[in-house]
């Protein structure tokens, strides 16, 4: 079946540290990929997403995510988090063919910021 | 382009009352979603439309829940009657084909 993990739940880390979270996916073919944000009280915010070509995919906020085929992985980073990054991450799937537009969504990743 | 807009931002209702939450796609989108998120739960696809025509409603959980998507630029969300575990914050998006979704900004419903 097809499926997306973030295997950490909760990742804190302090102000000025980089920041990396994971993202597994199991599909049949590699998927579009996208990563989301959601601030506390928002709705979700796409971070950037994958398609094709360059595995180094840049987004807004200054984060970017690299694409590992071998290792079905999606890893979402960030060199410098600030206090404005505490939010929940969501990492999600969507099928190359047969274009049902559905996002399987990961159970996403709370991130807590040190100050 | 506003982006998904949905209606109203926050509802608090009495148990046994009738919900009704709307939401506007973006232009051009051919998809809309209806999801629901809890802590318990986190996010669940209740129901989805392509090109206005409902595609799977699986994730629907009771009769109480019924959607329509009337046109391109419009669908709602109705709850009838209302139960206090229904009480949850309630997410529209769209999107067109695989292209990703675009959420609206969400409705807090509170039954009490």
């Known amino acids: 079946a097809q499926s997306v993990t973030q295997p950490d739940i909760h990742i804190t880390v302090s102000e000025g540290a980089s920041l990396e979270l994971r993202c597994n996916y199991s599909?049949?073919?590699?998927?579009?990929l996208f990563w989301y944000v959601q601030s506390p009280g928002q709705g979700l915010q796409l971070l950037l997403k994958?398609?094709?070509?360059?595995?180094l995919v840049q987004g807004i906020k200054g984060f970017e995510a690299e694409f590992k085929r071998s290792q079905s992985s999606f890893n979402l980073r960030k060199p410098s988090v600030h206090w404005s990054d505490a939010a929940e991450y969501f990492c999600?799937?969507?099928?190359?063919?047969?274009?049902?537009?559905?996002?399987?969504f990961g159970q996403g990743t709370t991130l807590q910021v040190k100050p | 382009d506003a982006g998904v807009i949905q209606s109203p931002r926050h509802e608090v209702t009495e148990m046994g009352q009738e919900v009704t939450l709307r939401c506007k796609p973006i232009s051009g989108h051919d998809y809309l979603f209806w999801y629901r998120q809890t802590m318990m739960r986190g996010l669940e696809l209740l129901i989805y439309f392509n090109n206005n025509v409902p595609i799977d409603d699986s994730g629907m959980p009771e009769d109480r829940f019924s959607a329509k998507m009337p046109n391109a630029s419009f669908s709602t969300l109705k709850i009838q009657p209302s139960e206090p575990r229904d009480s949850a914050v309630y997410f529209c998006?769209?999107?067109f084909g695989n292209g990703g979704y675009t959420f609206g900004s969400g409705t807090r419903l509170t039954v009490v």
């Open positions: 599909y049949g073919a590699t998927p579009y």
């Open positions: 999600a799937a969507a099928p190359v063919s047969g274009n049902t537009g559905k996002l399987i």
């Open positions: 998006a769209s999107s």
């Open positions: 994958y398609f094709s070509g360059d595995t």
